[in-house]
Structures are given as structure tokens and as C-alpha cells.
């Protein structure tokens, strides 16, 4: 069964960290690109960041650029999300997601084939 679940979200105060995991099962995880994606009530679903197959090109979001790092551990079948120096605009539920296409149009979620269930990530005072 192809799953995608993401964990590590939470509470977290201003300038905290955070780090999200993504463990994959039941596909050829190695052969896809996977993204994380963010949703904010009220907001449509925007693109953060994204890792090709091999973890050897990266991408994100100018929103998050310097703060966020992601990576990959392909013998682990899991995708990481370090966040640095939150804001509470970073308040969203995150999800992850696969692409068996990597490219300039990452950020576009109709892209994607296979989605996580969400995290939800609270950047609060």
C-alpha cells in the first residue's frame, strides 16, 4: 500500500526549529522528486520546497529560502524538512508529497502524484 507520512510537526515560539520527516512505503521511493507543501487557512497550497530522486538538486520557496533546508535518506525512504528561524507566518499545515518529474514547475501541486496526510506546524508566542 503507497503511503506518504509526515511527522515532527507542532508548537514551536518565533525563531524555533522545527524538523519534518516524510517516510514513504509501497513505491519506487528512489525514483521520485518529493516536494513539501504548506496550507494556511484561508490560503491555497503553496510549494516550500522540493528534492530531485537522487537528493543532488534542491529547490524552494523565496519565502523560505536560508531558513529551510530539505534532504533525503533514499536507504531510509525518507525526506526531511529542517526549519530555522520560524515565523508565525510559517503557521500551516505541511504535507509532502511525489513527483516522478522534477523540474521548474516543482511548485505546482497538480504535478504531484501521491500526497501525505499533513502536519500541522504552529509558529506561536
Known amino acids: 500500500q503507497l503511503q506518504l507520512v509526515e511527522s515532527g510537526g507542532g508548537l514551536v515560539q518565533p525563531g524555533g526549529s522545527l524538523r519534518l520527516s516524510c517516510a514513504a512505503s509501497g513505491f519506487r521511493f528512489d525514483a521520485y522528486a518529493i516536494g513539501w507543501f504548506r496550507q494556511a487557512p484561508g490560503k491555497e497550497r503553496e510549494g516550500v520546497s522540493c528534492?530531485?530522486?537522487?537528493?543532488?538538486?534542491?529547490k524552494y520557496a523565496d519565502s523560505v529560502k536560508g531558513r529551510f533546508t530539505i534532504s533525503r535518506d533514499n536507504a531510509k525512504n525518507t525526506v526531511y524538512l529542517q526549519m530555522n528561524s520560524l515565523k508565525p507566518e510559517d503557521t500551516a499545515v505541511y504535507y509532502c508529497?511525489?513527483?516522478?518529474?522534477?523540474?521548474?514547475?516543482?511548485?505546482?501541486?497538480?504535478?504531484?502524484?501521491?500526497w501525505g496526510q499533513g502536519t500541522q506546524v504552529t509558529v506561536s508566542s
Open positions: 528534492i530531485s530522486s537522487s537528493g543532488g538538486s534542491t
Open positions: 508529497a511525489a513527483n516522478s518529474r522534477y523540474g521548474s514547475a516543482w511548485s505546482d501541486p497538480r504535478l504531484y502524484n501521491y
